[in-house]
């Protein structure tokens, strides 16, 4: 029963499109804070100094009033999209984290958690489904190396989780997304698709939307590709993120609502040198490019805005340390890999699929497909896997 619970809501709402990022700077408008003491847009004498980033990117970066530390902090919170009401809510937990870690940041000195409890539950379902909810958010904020001190809990129509991610930390212990220099390759960290699987596994029981798929996949191999995705939204960017120091990474940011392409532009328009973002390769989880192609492309998964929850990390790298971080990241048994999708060039802060990208096939763990992948060599240098 309560699963079915997060199912219906689950059906209403990761079918939703999103707020595109134009949309939602316009609506964010007049949020940024003013510095009362400034003129002509000048600092005043008494900002703190050090890196700030406001509006727009995945953390907030706050310079304080002590000792050269900055705050950063993140929050999100979203509709169930699982039927598992514990994996969502590990979902939740990894998706906040995940905005601290594209900064390069590994440890969280606190989270709150936002939850909102939907009145058409009984007490009964109440007691069952929410406190599952609670527990994932919990258990993935421990392995991350925090916990959870609080937050808010509101009763409406809709089930609801999220949260609030903060660490205050000195100006080494991040990476601030704007450094992209040309010569730079781009790499991503778990496959794209969730939006996919996820809707893919809802329609087995929807014969009308089932009969547009069934040609393409069968029943075991959607299954098999919602475990996928259910899991790789579940696993934390804790490991990718560590990686990032020590490969010298550029500019990175997570892919989310926005889809592949709509955080690549957002990116892009950050970075201070004149770059555009080119993508070759699209990392999918295995079927779902079909899948999409058999939907007359309803999500757009090839075209790069399909929405994915708690993605990977796309990260800017020197060319030459590309290749090694893939494999770390591979080696180093997060659950997930690394790809190597596109290169940085002059430009004017874009980003841009070309025409007929590389669909690499990821398998789903657990399969045969994948314990072959994971016994093949390491990933391909950089001009191999970008010809």
């Keep these: 029963m309560q699963n079915q619970l997060v199912q219906s809501v689950t059906h209403r709402f990761y079918h939703a499109e999103p707020t595109g990022p134009e949309t939602l700077l316009k609506l964010l408008v007049g949020l940024e804070a003013v510095d009362q003491g400034a003129e002509c847009g000048q600092p005043s004498p008494n900002t703190p100094a050090g890196p700030r980033l406001g509006i727009g990117m995945d953390s907030c970066v706050i310079p304080l009033r002590h000792g050269g530390l900055s705050l950063v902090q993140t929050t999100d919170f979203f509709y169930p999209l699982v039927e598992d009401?514990?994996?969502?809510?590990?979902?939740?937990?990894?998706?906040?984290?995940?905005?601290?870690?594209?900064?390069?940041?590994?440890?969280?000195?606190?989270?709150?958690?936002?939850l909102s409890v939907s009145q058409k539950m009984s007490d009964k379902d109440r007691e069952r489904v929410m406190p599952l909810m609670i527990r994932g958010f919990r258990d993935a904020a421990e392995e991350g190396g925090t916990s959870v001190t609080g937050g808010q809990t509101v009763v409406n129509p809709w089930i609801i989780i999220g949260g609030?991610?903060?660490?205050?930390?000195?100006?080494n212990e991040f990476i601030?997304?704007?450094?992209?220099?040309?010569?730079?390759?781009?790499?991503?960290?778990?496959?794209?698709?969730?939006?996919v699987a996820v809707n893919a596994h809802q329609w087995i029981d929807l014969p009308d939307k089932w009969n547009k798929?069934?040609?393409?996949?069968?029943?075991?191999?959607?299954?098999?590709?919602?475990?996928?995705?259910?899991f790789s939204m579940a696993t934390l960017n804790r490991t990718a993120a560590g990686l990032m120091h020590r490969f010298q990474a550029h500019a990175a940011t997570d892919v989310t609502g926005f889809g592949l392409l709509g955080h690549a532009r957002?990116?892009?328009?950050?970075?201070?040198?004149?770059?555009?973002?080119?993508?070759?390769?699209?990392?999918?989880?295995?079927?779902?490019?079909?899948?999409?192609?058999?939907?007359?492309?309803l999500f757009n998964l090839l075209g790069g805005t399909s929405s994915e929850t708690s993605g990977g990390l796309l990260v800017c790298l020197p060319r030459e340390q590309a290749a090694r971080f893939c494999a770390e990241v591979k080696g180093q048994g997060?659950?997930?890999?690394?790809?190597?999708?596109?290169?940085?060039?002059?430009?004017?802060?874009?980003?841009?699929i070309i025409d007929k990208p590389?669909?690499?096939?990821?398998?789903?763990?657990?399969?045969?497909?994948?314990?072959?992948?994971?016994?093949?060599?390491?990933s391909p240098a950089p001009n191999d896997t970008l010809s």
């Design 213 to 230: 798929i069934k040609l393409v996949v069968s029943k075991e191999e959607v299954e098999q590709a919602y475990q996928e995705a259910m």
């Design 176 to 195: 601030m997304p704007d450094s992209a220099v040309p010569g730079d390759v781009l790499v991503l960290t778990k496959p794209l698709g969730t939006q």
């Design 164 to 171: 609030v991610a903060s660490v205050v930390c000195q100006p």
């Design 266 to 297: 957002n990116l892009a328009t950050t970075q201070r040198a004149e770059v555009a973002f080119v993508i070759h390769n699209l990392p999918i989880i295995a079927k779902m490019a079909a899948i999409s192609k058999a939907c007359g492309n």
């Design 358 to 378: 590389r669909i690499i096939e990821v398998p789903p763990r657990g399969t045969v497909a994948a314990s072959q992948d994971n016994s093949s060599s390491a």
């Design 85 to 114: 009401p514990y994996m969502m809510g590990r979902i939740a937990c990894a998706n906040v984290l995940s905005d601290l870690y594209a900064m390069g940041i590994t440890e969280c000195d606190n989270m709150l958690m936002l």
């Design 334 to 352: 997060s659950g997930g890999g690394a790809w190597i999708i596109g290169i940085v060039e002059k430009g004017e802060r874009g980003a841009r």
